[in-house]
């Protein structure tokens, strides 16, 4: 006989609900005996086999790091402390591959990996006990959508799929799993309350794409974890709350599906998002720039400039040209236009159609990828001088010409880490692509050369510690040298 799937039973046992709080008083009101509710039942069981199937591929992510130490030694000078957070993440690939939010490991010394605890009755899978704690290593990050791609040593793990064809509707029943205030494993219920919500001034963190808003109850620590369907697909990723008071209050956020998909599968192979770079900056179109310029249209996207020299200019695209469709699909605001941009594939063109005046116009744009601060680094990397192979990093001089493409430093010497190596120490550094190396151990860096003899210098099993720039902050990498 066909069962009707989760989805179906859940919205059935919602309109249940209602009927039953409109039946009027209920048989142990009464004084008689309750008769279970069949409707009630399934939706019950649905939910538990659901749990029970998704929670495994759930994690607990604790990243220790330094931080300010609030007023302490307010009159002494600014003080700094080791600090531990908490999120989540999703196990997306058997072999140890773990999805989470870049704003989870920002800056992190150290990030390790807490498998859920086995379900009651099942024995342990290691000698040590039934939780399982693993360190963590970056594969990538992509600060601009939140994203970020860890490895754990283990294999044969429980995953949740990400299916990029997976949508959401207005008003659908989702789950949100994750650690909120280091409460592992929890599981709170809740509908979509919008699918493609575009946020402003109220996102704690910038982000120019459309994003699922739903009031399943999301709390400090559920950064990472997944928001699942009726059906058990993972339809996001949650990454922030809008709250005054720091708990839920029905406004949590999520990476859709097919935008956490394309990031992973670039996250993986290159450690960053490819994207393209087609030369186009725009604006909203409001009613008074629709008026002022002549318009056809008082809402959507607009031209303000095209780049000289770009691909965008090259293929006749126009300052005032409203952009109506990208690839084929409607652009009616920003963040509409932005995820256009960010799920396009490199090496294929763009099909682009504007209005321009009263006119509506197809053009092709062959827009090259943008090019990446690390990826310039590694063009000005010299295998020859920059290897420090017991770092595992190409590294390269601080110089004039290295000012202008990387930010501002807050020291002016230093070692900038072009690329890791896939031989060496750097797995166990923590250093990453874009990482400027002032110090070892208390001395100055100058230079690649004087780096690598430093290096020569320590013995295996002895304590390194460098002060590094990452992102415009000081930090200490401490490790034992291989």
Known sequence: MHRPDRSILARRAVVALALLSLAGPSRAQTGKGAAPSPILAELNAAVTRLVARVSPAVVQIRVTGYGP????????GPVVSRQRTIGSGVIVDPAGYVLTNEHVIHGAQRIQVVLPAPPDGEKAPTKGGRQRIYEARVVGTQASIDLALLRIDATGLP????DPSAKVRQGEMVFAIGSPQGLASTVTMGVVSSSARQLDVLAPLPTPMLLIQTDAPINLGNSGGPLVNADG???GINTFIVSQSGGSQGLGFAIPAPMVRFAYDNLRKYGHVR???????AQAVTPTLATGLGLSR???VVVADVSPGSAAAAAGVRPGDVIDTFDGLPVDSLPA????LFLHQVGEPVALGLIRGDQPISLTVNAPEAKQPTDLLADLANPDRGLVPRLGILGVDVSEKLRGIIPPLRI??????AARTAEGGSRGTGLQPGDVIHAMNGNPVESVEGLRQAVLAVKAGDPVVLQVERQGRLTYLAFEME
């Open 69 to 76: 130490a609030g007023d302490a030694g307010a009159g002494e």
């Open 159 to 162: 995953t949740l799929a990400i």
């Open 233 to 235: 697909v993972l339809v």
């Open 275 to 281: 994207r393209i770079e087609a030369g186009i900056t």
């Open 298 to 300: 008082d809402w959507g």
């Open 337 to 340: 236009l932005t995820g256009a």
């Open 412 to 417: 002016g010497y230093g070692v900038v880490v």
